[in-house]
């Protein structure tokens, strides 16, 4: 599948920059990872993506790491980019470590933010799907009563107006219904062959994602190559929280000789 994608290139001397491929997560958008982007912009050629069945990229009733890493390379190739380092966040993260696998000779570094190469058991988003599910079935079309449904679900104004993000013309850009279904492949990891590419995980210091013993095993059997830092005081968004420290964090990985 061709994503719906956003392409900045260097102005000058492109054809040399590297490209860092930006992988938002679950319920989001190819702006999300936006703050991190404007970072990198003018040194790097910056592609940020819709992964399918959200944004503006096609709707599928298929959800699992396979399509989602082949649609990513699939548009990689549309657009001639052979060499890339990709950062992803959450459901974004587990995309790129799938790319690491698929494609590890077209991989110089790996970023993930805030999760482990783990079959998570708990569900986080249960209310959240209720909340999406109901104004879905409800056929309404102003967002002012797209919040006043949600509000019954989601006590977080923060997590409400991120998700409305997707609320376009009455309808969500996501869809619902398939991500409802496939949400245990979205949980979900089959283990992969140890991988040597460079690899960064920063986790979020108040954040569950990693954080037990069988995450860090997780990691240390399938990536030979990587390191972790933590970005204290930051939860599962770290990104959104502490932008200056995980910037920071990713420069000084990606910079590196």
Same mark, same amino acid.
């Given at each position: 599948m061709l994503l719906n994608y956003q392409y900045d290139q260097v102005t000058t001397t492109s054809d040399a920059s590297p490209t860092l491929v930006l992988i938002h997560g679950l319920f989001g958008s190819l702006s999300n990872l936006g703050m991190i982007a404007r970072v990198f912009q003018g040194k790097f050629n910056i592609l940020q993506i819709d992964v399918r069945n959200h944004g503006h990229s096609a709707h599928s009733e298929e959800m699992n790491y396979l399509l989602m890493a082949s649609d990513v390379l699939e548009t990689l190739d549309h657009l001639n980019i052979q060499q890339f380092i990709v950062i992803g966040h959450s459901m974004g993260g587990k995309i790129a470590m799938k790319l690491a696998d698929l494609a590890q000779d077209r991989l110089e570094k790996v970023v993930i933010l805030d999760m482990a190469p783990f079959a998570y058991k708990q569900n986080h988003h249960d #209310?959240?799907?209720?909340? /999406? /599910?109901?104004?879905?079935?409800? #056929?309404?079309?102003?967002? &002012?009563?797209?919040?006043?449904?949600?509000?019954?679900? /989601?006590?977080?104004?923060?997590?409400? #107006?991120?998700? /409305? &993000?997707?609320?376009? &013309?009455? &309808?969500?850009?996501f869809n619902v219904r398939t991500l409802y279904k496939d949400y245990p492949n979205i949980l979900g990891w089959d283990q992969q062959r140890t991988n040597a590419v460079p690899i960064l995980f920063i986790k979020g210091g108040n954040s569950p994602y990693l954080s037990k013993p069988e995450h860090f095993e997780a990691i240390d059997k399938q990536f030979s190559n990587h390191q972790i830092q933590v970005v204290e005081h930051a939860g599962h968004w770290l990104h959104a929280e502490k932008p200056t420290e995980v910037n920071e964090l990713i420069t000084d990985f990606i910079e590196a000789l």
């Open positions: #209310q959240i799907f209720k909340a /999406l /599910l109901a104004v879905e079935d409800a #056929q309404i079309e102003s967002r &002012k009563d797209a919040t006043e449904i949600m509000r019954q679900y /989601l006590n977080e104004e923060m997590v409400i #107006q991120f998700l /409305l &993000k997707s609320w376009n &013309k009455g &309808k969500w850009l």
